[in-house]
């Protein structure tokens, strides 16, 4: 290779939109756009806004009645 010509990088993985915003995310907050964007999602995940969902808590672990 020669000094004029620059390495072709490759990325590891495609780009992706904000899942907040959907602007080009940015390699510093990826998959976020900026920091701002990844606080607001973190602020949903503490609060509760987000959740997985599983079992009703009723249910018993397959023990007969």
């Known amino acids: 290779m020669t000094q004029s ?6 990325p590891l993985r495609p780009r992706r939109p ?4 959907n602007k080009p ?3 510093s ?4 756009c900026s920091k ?3 606080e607001v ?3 949903r995940w503490l609060s509760g806004s987000y959740a997985i969902p599983g079992r009703a808590i009723d249910e018993e ?3 007969p009645a």
Do not use: A, I, M
């Open 18 to 21: 904000c899942p907040e915003c």
């Open 41 to 43: 999602d973190l602020n």
């Open 5 to 10: 010509q620059p390495d072709k990088v490759t």
């Open 61 to 63: 672990d397959g023990d």
């Open 25 to 27: 995310s940015e390699r």
């Open 36 to 38: 701002r964007c990844k």
């Open 29 to 32: 907050f990826y998959p976020f």
